[in-house]
């Protein structure tokens, strides 16, 4: 029998384009993201692999769920998960809306519009912020915020791999209304160059990306933890500088991703940003700054 995890693509955490409960995060939270976060690339990794069929995808994802679940040991990514969980008192719903998404990815090759990648976003995204918020005992009034800025994440990954999901998976996020509306087809995401057509639809996917992050911008403000609401801050400073330069790039030729310094660079602006933002909540806060 085939484990989930010998499939693996041998990425790890590390190697995301966004951290990954960072060391910002505290020690006594990290073993529930990380398991959930192991999890999760073992069904990523099995959605995307190139040699499987369809109905075999399916079928071990389903047995990576039982093994989630409790009705099988198979896989030991879905038993850590599920033991952590039931340790923690946590939820297994938001690994099993990710197990929905990557059945997607299996399943569904294009989006017609905007709202269909948000339904998408709300299986393949949406449920890690709330799991990380879940885990730190965080108010569910929280989760607008950071669907808001989970959503942008995804597309952020769809618009910077969106040659390669196409030639590899014939698999396209970007919506079909949008590639209409600026005059062109994914037929032109196979291209060494984006087209100017292309390079308006993306150009205009990035603005309303952007959006999504002017929506979630007050998350760390509504965070207790302030560990976490720091890592958001880096996160959403690091996604605001990649959306920026999605808006002008061409995905197709230009690998859009920060280098190592930039992404310290701006990791550490997003440390500073969350920090002023902190101390001056904390002093508006004071009763010298209420009138008392």
């Known amino acids: 029998?085939?484990?989930?995890?010998?499939?693996?693509?041998?990425?790890?955490?590390?190697?995301?384009?966004?951290?990954?409960?960072?060391?910002?995060?505290?020690?006594?939270?990290?073993?529930?993201?990380?398991?959930?976060?192991?999890?999760?690339?073992?069904?990523?990794?099995?959605?995307?692999?190139?040699?499987?069929?369809?109905?075999?995808?399916?079928?071990?994802?389903?047995?990576?769920?039982?093994?989630?679940t409790g009705t099988s040991d198979a896989d030991p990514e879905g038993v850590r998960l599920r033991t952590i969980l039931a340790e923690r008192g946590l939820s297994a719903r938001h690994a099993q809306d990710?197990?929905?998404?990557?059945?997607?990815?299996?399943?569904?090759?294009?989006?017609?519009?905007?709202?269909?990648?948000m339904h998408y976003c709300s299986l393949s995204a949406m449920?890690?912020?709330?799991?990380?918020?879940?885990?730190?005992?965080?108010?569910?009034?929280?989760?607008?915020?950071?669907d808001a800025i989970c959503a942008a994440l995804q597309i952020i990954n769809h618009i910077q791999d969106c040659r390669n999901d196409f030639r590899d998976l014939d698999r396209?996020?970007?919506p079909l209304d949008a590639l209409a509306a600026a005059g062109t087809s994914v037929a032109a995401l196979d291209?060494?160059?984006a087209s100017p057509e292309l390079l308006t639809c993306l150009h205009k996917l990035a603005a309303r990306t952007g959006g999504l992050l002017r929506d979630g911008y007050s998350l760390p403000d509504q965070i207790k933890d302030f560990r976490l609401s720091l890592e958001i801050s880096v996160i959403h400073t690091l996604a605001d500088s990649l959306v920026r330069t999605l808006m002008v790039?061409?995905?197709?030729?230009?690998?859009?991703?920060?280098?190592?310094?930039?992404?310290?660079?701006?990791?550490?602006?997003?440390?500073?940003?969350?920090?002023?933002?902190?101390?001056?909540?904390?002093?508006?806060?004071?009763?010298?700054?209420?009138?008392?």
């Open 127 to 146: 449920p890690v912020g709330r799991h990380v918020l879940d885990v730190h005992g965080e108010s569910r009034e929280t989760w607008p915020a950071s």
């Open 98 to 117: 990710l197990l929905a998404a990557f059945r997607l990815d299996v399943t569904k090759l294009r989006y017609a519009d905007w709202d269909e990648l």
């Open 249 to 292: 790039r061409d995905p197709l030729r230009d690998k859009v991703h920060l280098k190592s310094l930039g992404f310290a660079g701006v990791g550490m602006h997003g440390i500073l940003k969350g920090l002023w933002r902190r101390v001056g909540r904390r002093a508006g806060a004071a009763p010298e700054h209420q009138g008392a």
């Open 191 to 193: 291209a060494a160059v």
């Open 1 to 68: 029998m085939t484990l989930a995890g010998e499939l693996r693509s041998g990425k790890g955490h590390r190697d995301e384009n966004f951290p990954v409960a960072s060391h910002l995060v505290h020690p006594r939270f990290r073993a529930p993201i990380l398991a959930f976060y192991e999890f999760v690339r073992v069904a990523d990794d099995i959605a995307d692999h190139a040699d499987l069929a369809p109905e075999r995808k399916l079928e071990l994802l389903d047995r990576l769920e039982a093994s989630l």
């Open 172 to 174: 396209v996020y970007i």
